[in-house]
């Protein structure tokens, strides 16, 4: 096999000649959210569309056709000022619980009552106002004649620079009329892995995403990337109050990060030390996909609870069957973040990627986690979980360290997510997880773009 640098210099010339137009939904219907709507009619008409962030545009109004102009202000396009996204609001909202309540609790009861307090009045503000809410760091007008690897480089992973999660693309009016999602790369990559060349063989650790052992100051092996590569993990524990575990994601710049066993949970085994640091579950923005300014008060629930009821499941003593907030309605739409069982044969590629798929889609508790063996592997926790209508499990994707690039392409495509948790090598049934690839880790790869 070819050296990493070489592997990546035949990847990058690909990716160079492939242009961007290829990666554009066609027909995309675009949620536009104005710049005077409020936070409350934002999370609405997200919500009903089931996505995470929309365009904040200005529309041209009556004040654009007072100046005597002969173009009419309703024949432009809207303008692009920023993005929404649920994080973005979720950020804002913590900042002003702050402002209002200081510190937050962690006590679930008196939480529960400032965030429903305060929740309505935090509705009422104007997008414009929301404080993250218009990044200009993150609007690009990107013409379809670009390469992949330009946008790349100057968008999706610059250099020095926050990652961009999302393009706009324009017409030649300067209407939107697609957005292109770092999710959409990835998927493009998984299903075209000739772009990658033999760099889709390269392993997890290979590309540098296993962070070395805390006493070992041996150096990277050849043909291993530096070891700085890997991503800082950020954990939470279960009985955390969800909006704080939010909190620490938020301080961490992150929006995702694993739910571990605390040293005193028991995990299905008699020893708590076993366990302790051991994935349990996935905490992420996506959980929040369908929330509505009424729906804040569930964010005091600790992390297990808020998971068990979002999921049908029970672990860790969370179950749908005993909580209080069972019929709460944020939960009656059902688990946002489980992907169905992607069926096997619909997305194209070689039969070795059908094989990671059906590998994917099929893992078990032990198969796909024991020693972060790689897979979308259910976790059921709770005694009695699965029955009396618990029927859900929360599904978490993990991977080893010798997993291939192509091997977590597909885990990311095919279940469609935003991150892979690297287990320890040797953690046994449960995984320890020890980093995480997200779609930027790989973006910035091929771009040869260091993180910020």
């Not at 597909?410 to 892979?420: E, F, T, Y």
């Amino acid at each position: 096999m070819a050296s990493l640098s070489g592997m990546l210099g035949s990847a990058s010339a690909l990716l160079e000649q492939t242009p961007l137009s290829k990666l554009i939904p066609t027909n995309q219907a675009v949620l536009y959210l104005e710049h005077n709507s409020t936070v409350g009619v934002a999370l609405q008409m997200l919500a009903r569309r089931h996505i995470l962030s929309a365009p904040l545009v200005i529309v041209p109004g009556l004040e654009d056709m007072e100046g005597g102009d002969n173009d009419s202000g309703a024949d432009r396009p809207p303008q692009l000022i920023g993005w929404v996204t649920v994080e973005s609001i979720l950020r804002a909202f913590l900042q002003h619980m702050e402002e209002k309540h200081g510190k937050l609790s962690r006590n679930m009861l008196l939480l529960m009552t400032q965030l429903e307090k305060e929740g309505p009045a935090f509705a009422e503000k104007p997008l414009i106002t929301v404080a993250g809410s218009e990044d200009r760091g993150l609007m690009f007008q990107v013409h379809s004649d670009v390469s992949v690897l330009e946008a790349l480089r100057e968008s999706f992973a610059p250099s020095g620079k926050p990652a961009a999660h999302r393009l706009a693309v324009f017409d030649a009016s300067g209407a939107i009329t697609a957005v292109v999602s770092q999710l959409d790369v990835i998927r493009y990559l998984h299903e075209n892995p000739q772009l990658l060349g033999d760099l889709a063989g390269a392993t997890v650790e290979q590309l540098g995403w296993v962070p070395p052992p805390p006493s070992s100051s041996a150096p990277p092996s050849p043909g291993v990337a530096p070891p700085g590569s890997a991503r800082p993990l950020v954990t939470v524990d279960a009985s955390l109050p969800a909006l704080l575990a939010y909190e620490r994601m938020a301080r961490a710049g992150v929006s995702g990060a694993p739910v571990v066993a605390d040293a005193e949970a028991a995990v299905g085994s008699s020893g708590a030390g076993s366990t302790s640091g051991c994935l349990i579950a996935n905490l992420s923005m996506s959980d929040l996909r369908n929330i509505q300014s009424q729906h804040l008060g569930i964010l005091a629930l600790p992390v297990g609870e808020f998971l068990a009821l979002l999921h049908n499941t029970s672990y860790l003593g969370y179950s749908q069957r005993t909580s209080q907030q069972a019929g709460h309605p944020f939960f009656a739409s059902g688990p946002a973040t489980v992907a169905p069982p992607p069926r096997l044969g619909s997305s194209p590629g070689t039969r070795e990627d059908r094989s990671i798929l059906n590998r994917a889609s099929t893992g078990s508790a032990h198969s796909g986690m024991g020693g972060g063996g790689g897979g979308a592997a259910p976790m059921d926790m709770g005694d009695g979980a699965g029955a009396g209508g618990e029927g859900d499990t929360i599904r978490m994707i993990t991977c080893s360290g010798s997993d291939t690039l192509a091997k977590v392409l597909a885990l990311l495509s095919d279940n469609r997510v935003h991150r892979v948790y690297v287990g320890a090598a040797g953690s046994g049934p449960l995984v320890k997880p020890v980093s995480v690839i997200t779609p930027t880790d790989i973006l910035r790869l091929l771009a040869g773009t260091a993180r910020k």
